[in-house]
């Protein structure tokens, strides 16, 4: 793995240390989209980084700011289920042969995607409370474990193909992302609704 495209800080705030890494999460989707580039390592790099950056606020960070009660239980369930999203999303990257295909175009499309909007709702629900409602001081000690825990990870390797097939199934059996299947009927079932919602209104509209 390129380790100069990310940082490995041991300490600071770890508001500010979270917000670098989802800076750098989308310098390596950049990466990933340049045909001029080495893009199945920034591939390997980007798959570490999302798995070390998670599994360390979920161990590390989000279990100490609902003990401060800066988020609730709602807020860090939500965030552990947009994890699952990613890791989701990403095995379906790392599963993506080649690094020209069309499959590989729209895994990596689908990704920026999840991870986008993860970034944007925990900078918004997470990151700011933890800002406004926890002293400097504790954010600091955060950092630190923060730092210790994702660092070990990159360290030792943490997404492997295996590794993040693992991680995903473990939050599907802990029920953090329903199953594939399940999640299909609901959205099916989502679908049907919009379908006959905009079919009434469609209806009412003709007999105005």
């Known amino acids: 793995m390129n380790m100069s495209w990310i ?43 999302l798995v070390a950056h998670a599994e360390a606020e979920e161990s590390e960070v989000y279990p100490s700011l609902r003990a401060k009660r800066a988020i609730s239980a709602d807020k860090e369930e939500h965030g552990e289920h947009e994890h699952a999203e990613i890791l989701e999303a990403l095995l379906a990257f790392l599963d ?15 990704l920026s995607k999840v991870v986008a909007h993860h970034s944007g709702e ?16 504790i954010r600091h000690e955060l950092g630190a474990a923060w730092c210790t825990k994702r660092n070990a990870l990159l360290a ?43 079919a009434l209104e469609e209806e009412a509209t003709s007999k105005e």
Not at 15 to 35: K, N, S
Not at 96 to 110: F, M
């Open 7 to 49: 940082q490995q800080p041991t300490n600071g705030d770890v508001v500010e240390l979270i917000l670098a890494d989802h800076r750098t999460f989308e310098d390596l989707l950049r990466e990933c989209r340049r045909d001029d580039r080495d893009r199945d390592a920034a591939r390997t790099a980007l798959a570490e980084l």
């Open 156 to 198: 030792n390797g943490c997404a492997s193909r295996a590794q993040v097939a693992q991680l995903l199934a473990e939050a599907v059996r802990e029920k953090v992302l329903p199953p594939a299947e399940v999640r299909e009927q609901m959205e099916a079932i989502e679908a049907e609704a919009k379908a006959k919602t905009k």
């Open 96 to 110: 993506a042969k080649g690094t020209t295909t069309q499959k590989y175009e729209d895994a990596l499309e689908e």
């Open 122 to 137: 925990e900078e918004l629900s997470i990151l700011n409370p933890a800002r406004a409602d926890v002293s400097a001081t």
